[in-house]
Nanobody, 126 residues
Framework: VQLQASGGGLVQPGGSLRLSCAASGFTFDYYTIGWFRQAPGKEREGVSCIRYSGNSKFYVNSVKGRFTISRDNNKNTAYLLMNNLKPEDTAVYYC????????????????????WGQGTLVTVSS
């Protein structure tokens, strides 16, 4: 089982990046995918989540209207499109997978995620 996050980099404030989470070794269609991030000196937080069907999506308030989560089950890949990036978005971003169907009140709980990727660094700076 493997999750490979990629797409991070250095971007100026107001810029955009698209992160990818490529999955292998399990039936991607059956898994909910979550994106988390950890900024320097801070705890890891949930950023967004998309259920296996793609019909339910959740976002942390700080990224609503700027980030869009999506998935392509044919490619076993989930995406996080990040627009209007701000310096406070600087963090290592991780993707994770769970067989549960979390609710809006539970999707940020890290303990429900069975598999984690290695993280990709996003730096927003001028």
């Amino acid at each position: 089982v493997q999750l490979q996050a990629s797409g991070g980099g250095l971007v100026q404030p107001g810029g955009s990046l698209r992160l990818s989470c490529a999955a292998s070794g399990f039936t991607f269609d059956y898994y909910t995918i979550g994106w988390f991030r950890q900024a320097p000196g801070k705890e890891r937080e949930g950023v967004s989540c998309i259920r296996y069907s793609g019909n339910s999506k959740f976002y942390v308030n700080s990224v609503k209207g700027r980030f869009t989560i999506s998935r392509d089950n044919n490619k076993n890949t989930a995406y996080l499109l990040m627009n209007n990036l701000k310096p406070e978005d600087t963090a290592v971003y991780y993707c994770a997978a769970t067989t549960t169907s979390p609710l809006s009140s539970t999707w940020t709980r890290e303990e429900i995620y069975n598999h984690w990727g290695q993280g990709t660094l996003v730096t927003v700076s001028s």
